[in-house]
């Protein structure tokens, strides 16, 4: 695992001022965040706006999230040491490499090839083996690999899609997706239970670039 010393004091700066200040409090959250080099996926920039607190441009109308978001959307979905997580829409595969430091699997779903081409090369480079890349519509997840311990959507759904609710693990499964218009969403965790019973929890308003694919918005 590459850890560059410049950006250590930054990396540590970050998880006092951004996450420890605002109630994340998951210890394998907080080491994950600690060991990714962010700087590795928003390429080419300095490390005080790599490591600010907001979104980064990566391309193609796509954002890497900012560091609060990742670390509370990780943390939200509760995941076994053991588990298997899906993410929808890798982007820059800061998220997923973030995931990979907490569960045994992770399924990385992207539908633009040059972003995940771009991504594979970085958890390369950082030696995490265990992201398995997909080039597909996320919005309708990857049902070959399920069932899934977690999913989390890094792209704003107009309705919780149908077919993520059907690849969760029943009784202990979670889904963690921004749900709403366009303009803003209501990040949601979702939970299916063995008969089916679904049950959402609505935690903050956020703002992500649209989901879009067959039950995501129109491409």
């Not at 996926?41 to 706006?49: D, K, R």
Request: glycine share 8%.
């Amino acid at each position: 695992m590459l850890d560059p010393a410049e950006s250590r004091p930054w990396r540590q700066q970050m998880i006092e001022r951004q996450l420890l200040a605002r109630g994340v409090s998951n210890r394998a959250v907080l080491q994950a965040m600690q060991e990714i080099p962010r700087e590795l996926f928003a390429v080419n920039l300095p490390l005080e706006l790599v490591y600010r607190d907001g979104p980064l441009p990566i391309g193609q109308g796509q954002t890497i999230s900012q560091p609060f978001m990742v670390a509370v959307m990780a943390a939200l979905l509760a995941l076994p040491a053991e588990g298997k997580v899906l993410e929808i829409g890798a982007g820059s595969g800061y998220g997923a490499a973030v995931l990979s430091r907490l569960a045994r699997q992770v399924v990385a779903v992207e539908r633009l090839p040059e972003l995940l081409l771009q991504a594979e090369k970085r958890w390369q480079q950082l030696g995490l083996h265990t992201i398995h890349p997909v080039l597909a519509d996320g919005s309708i997840g990857c049902p070959e690999q399920a069932p899934f311990d977690g999913i989390v959507v890094t792209a704003a759904a107009p309705a919780i899609p149908p077919s993520l609710l059907q690849q969760l693990r029943p009784d202990s499964g979670r889904l963690v997706v921004p749900v709403g218009g366009r303009a803003e969403q209501i990040l949601q965790v979702v939970s299916r239970d063995a008969a089916g019973r679904i049950t959402v929890s609505d935690q903050f308003a956020c703002r992500f670039v649209p989901l879009l694919g067959r039950e995501g918005w129109p491409c």
